[in-house]
């Protein structure tokens, strides 16, 4: 093949080894080894990473300073043909922290900090908060790069509003502050009053997939119209459609959102559960509920990742959390088993297979998956088996969740420039040694998330300093490159390099597929899995039960399913005041008996 005889410009994200000032050169290894000469250049520029809500934080006057062995840095140049090779001249930097083993993103309040501008950036565009109410019937499912809404659009999707109100009952839930608490009420509010269908006949609650709003004029969409489900009541939306309401149950106790809880698992598991050859189906049709239905087309009699594993993070583990209720826990060890037993295809792949006929058989045929792999999907079951473990202990989980800790940085990260991929190729053909990339390059934020959240409890539960490793590089990429500091909130996509890739529906703050869900998500659990499993910091934690909400007037406060005997309850506060009642092992604060909402403010201390 002839030399590559042309210039391109990339990001390298490695590890500085040394530093030649007579040269202005250094040396930048890579995450798995490989060692590259980098050159300063006269307009070289750079930055520490800085939170949303922060400012500019230049570093160009100190770059020899920073420019240490063992520093963890991004530095983006030009490849110029050289010689036998090419030469590396850098045009800019970001440093995710001050000095080596430092990272900003491990500030005990970071993610606060940005779920807190996140929340707030969301107020803004969807309500025009402070400067308007919160009122739901101007949310809008589209919104674009800066946070305007399209003015032709008058979608309401039930799946991104609920989202939205998880995103701001997790707001709630790390800083206290009352405006997020209030949209999260009245999004909830406003799901239960114009998104929920109740059949009579049948006694259960059914979720509609979207309403569009005319003025004071509401047509309701049962049926999704997203391409991928079109005409079908898929499982996914009426999980998600729990997910916000369920968060905000963990602070207020509302017996309305737990009761639509509960007849939404009844409608699970009178239609969607296949009480023949396990698992759920991921499509019902909307008459007749009927996962065989001839109607469903390709959808017909399936199961797929979605709508066995998604029930977990969305909002089991949540309603586990806020009840204690046996019920659930076995519901999560049941999807759980299920993950377990048919997701892993090692003999064929380093990925899961995710999508299946309805007596398990692989579904290679389906849409645009086919025999294709969403890392993120990986990253997110390893994620949620050790959380699992934590609830009910199996060496089968850790043994899964380690095994995908293995084998996914090899093949769905990018060791050249840091993060995590979107789509590839399950399997390789002939002569190929990388997996294909099925539409792009890019990453995804969520995906970022699942990488995140996935080593860092790894590592938090078994102290595997190489799952820190990784957690800290995907972390550092993320926060280098997909915060907005110009509009706010986070990017839906970045190209390879970790420069913002700004097209399409890719450029939205708010669509289908992006609300306030992962990016906030992502905040909740890091300040969690950091501050109280890794770093050890104490973390507080607020809630504001209903009178008598709560069965036995126990407020149940543990932040996530964490290790046994890891955390316990340090101080309580109620209404700013200190308050004893409480079982610090069994993380319960026994509530007083009052007629109106107090405010709990929790201690979480780490052990």
Not at 186 to 206: P, Q
Not at 544 to 556: E, H, T, V
Request: contains cysteine; hydrophobic residues 35%; charged residues 25%.
């Amino acid at each position: 093949m002839e030399r590559m005889n042309f210039t391109f410009s990339d990001t390298i994200g490695g590890y500085v080894t040394h530093f030649d000032r007579q040269s202005k050169s250094f040396g930048i290894k890579t995450s798995d080894g490989r060692e590259y000469t980098a050159y300063l250049t006269p307009t070289a520029w750079g930055r520490i990473a800085q939170n949303l809500g922060e400012s500019y934080i230049d570093a160009t006057q100190r770059l020899a300073e920073l420019l240490s062995p063992g520093q963890h840095v991004f530095a983006y140049g030009v490849f110029y043909p050289q010689g036998d090779g090419h030469k590396f001249e850098v045009k800019s930097f970001v440093f995710p922290g001050e000095a080596p083993d430092k990272y900003r993103h491990e500030e005990p309040d970071w993610w606060v900090k940005q779920i807190r501008s996140i929340a707030d950036c969301y107020l803004k565009w969807q309500f025009g908060y402070p400067d308007k109410e919160i009122d739901y019937h101007n949310y809008r499912t589209m919104l674009n790069l800066a946070g305007e809404k399209k003015p032709d659009d008058y979608l309401q999707e039930t799946d991104t509003i609920s989202r939205l109100v998880y995103g701001l009952a997790s707001a709630y839930l790390l800083t206290g502050e009352d405006r997020f608490l209030e949209a999260a009420e009245k999004g909830t509010n406003y799901l239960r009053e114009h998104m929920r269908f109740y059949d009579t006949d049948e006694n259960l609650i059914y979720w509609y997939h979207a309403i569009k709003v005319q003025g004071k004029r509401e047509q309701k969409l049962l049926v999704s119209e997203f391409s991928d489900d079109i005409d079908c009541i898929p499982a996914y939306e009426q999980i998600y459609a729990l997910a916000g309401p369920i968060q905000t149950y963990r602070i207020t106790g509302d017996p309305r959102i737990l009761k639509d809880a509960e007849m939404t698992v009844d409608l699970f598991d009178r239609f969607y559960l296949d009480k023949e050859q396990g698992g759920y189906f991921s499509h019902i049709d909307p008459i007749t509920l009927n996962p065989r239905a001839e109607s469903l087309g390709r959808n017909r009699a399936r199961k797929n990742w979605n709508s066995v594993g998604d029930h977990a993070p969305a909002y089991l583990i949540n309603l586990w959390l806020a009840t204690g209720e046996q019920k659930y826990a076995d519901m999560l060890e049941y999807t759980f088993d299920t993950i377990e037993k048919y997701f892993p295809d090692y003999e064929n792949s380093p990925f899961v297979q995710e999508k299946f006929h309805e007596d398990w058989s692989k579904d290679q045929e389906w849409g645009w998956q086919q025999n294709r792999a969403v890392v993120g999907h990986n990253l997110k079951i390893a994620w949620n088996l050790m959380r699992m473990q934590s609830l009910k202990p199996k060496d089968q989980y850790v043994a899964l969740a380690q095994k995908i800790a293995q084998l996914m940085p090899d093949v769905g990260s990018d060791k050249q420039r840091g993060g995590w991929y979107d789509v590839v190729e399950r399997v390789l053909a002939e002569g190929e040694e990388h997996h294909r990339f099925v539409w792009h390059d890019r990453k995804a934020w969520w995906q970022q998330e699942q990488a995140i959240l996935a080593y860092l409890i790894l590592n938090g539960t078994l102290q595997n300093p190489e799952y820190l490793r990784h957690a800290r590089e995907a972390s550092a990429f993320y926060n280098a490159h997909f915060l907005d500091h110009d509009d706010g909130g986070v990017y839906f996509n970045t190209l390879a390099s970790g420069l913002p890739f700004l097209m399409g529906t890719e450029r939205f703050k708010g669509s289908h597929s992006m609300s306030a869900y992962h990016s906030t998500e992502l905040c909740y659990l890091s300040a969690v899995y950091q501050n109280l499993l890794i770093f050890k910091y104490p973390t507080d934690f607020y809630f504001k039960p209903m009178p008598g909400a709560f069965k036995d007037n126990i407020l149940r406060v543990s932040p996530d399913i964490l290790p046994p005997g890891s955390i316990s309850i340090g101080k309580v506060w109620i209404n700013e005041e200190e308050y004893s009642n409480f079982d610090a092992e069994a993380l319960t604060v026994k509530l007083p008996d009052t007629q109106e909402q107090v405010k709990v403010k929790v201690q979480i201390v780490p052990r």
